[in-house]
């Protein structure tokens, strides 16, 4: 897995990019109440803002982290905003992504410097 600054996850799967966020990221936004999910098939380019995410201290932005086009996105959040805290880095990704290019992952940090990054 790939992290990046902005607190998301990436972890390839075979053709497709999962992006979600980190169980540091959903600590930090308290109980999620509301998740609004991109479109399938909706192109995208790095640092695009596009997914929302509402919790009860505060609402923020999920950037796209590669350029690329929304393959699938994790409909079960809409039913189920709450897996966000309960399993972020498992059950509850957002989207899967068709990266334009893979190589900006070489640049992303891994789980140790993401653990250095946070303090921890």
Known sequence: ??????????RVEGEF??????EHAATQL????????PDEGTEVAKDDEIVVIESVKAASDI?????????????ALADNPGLVNEDPIGEAWFFKLKAADLGPMDEMMDEAAYKDFIGE
């Open 1 to 10: 897995m790939k992290y990046t600054e902005e607190h998301e996850w990436l």
């Open 17 to 22: 990019v999962v992006v979600g966020i980190t």
């Open 30 to 37: 308290g109980d999620v109440v509301f998740v609004e999910l």
């Open 63 to 75: 950037l796209a982290p590669l350029d690329g086009e929304i393959a699938e996105v994790n409909s």
